[in-house]
Nanobody
Framework: VHLVESGGGSVQAGGSLRLSCAASGYTYTYNKYCMAWFRQAPEEEREGVAYIEINGSTRNADSVKGRFTISRDNAKAILYLQMNSLKPEDTAMYYC?????????????????????WGQGTQVTVSS
């Protein structure tokens, strides 16, 4: 499956952005993928932001709880990340990721190594 992110940009602190990740290729199996958002700031490791399971269950990183919401539209094969109350420390390249192996996702859902498919990223910059 091929993933393409969009929706990034520059925003002031306290603002909002909605990222999208459109899937193409084997989209008839899109509802079988566990999906996630990751981010990476310069000179830092890639960090898991949120993931969503096949059944729609979600989990967020502590750093974004109460501010970010992950969702999916299986009919359109699109993953979303609604980001509210943005902070300068949210500045990073944001990536979506997918995997068909969802076994035990609760334990590794925010870990990048378990995902097989990645988008090219979309930049989010938050100014103070």
């Amino acid at each position: 499956v091929h993933l393409v992110e969009s929706g990034g940009g520059s925003v002031q602190a306290g603002g909002s952005l909605r990222l999208s990740c459109a899937a193409s290729g084997y989209t008839y199996t899109y509802n079988k993928y566990c999906m996630a958002w990751f981010r990476q700031a310069p000179e830092e490791e890639r960090e898991g932001v949120a993931y969503i399971e096949i059944n729609g269950s979600t989990r967020n990183a502590d750093s974004v709880k109460g501010r970010f919401t992950i969702s999916r539209d299986n009919a359109k094969a699109i993953l979303y990340l609604q980001m509210n109350s943005l902070k300068p420390e949210d500045t990073a390249m944001y990536y979506c990721a997918a995997t068909l192996d969802c076994s035990g996702v609760y334990w590794w859902g925010l870990t990048s190594a378990h995902y097989n498919y990645w988008g090219q990223g979309t930049q989010v910059t938050v100014s103070s």
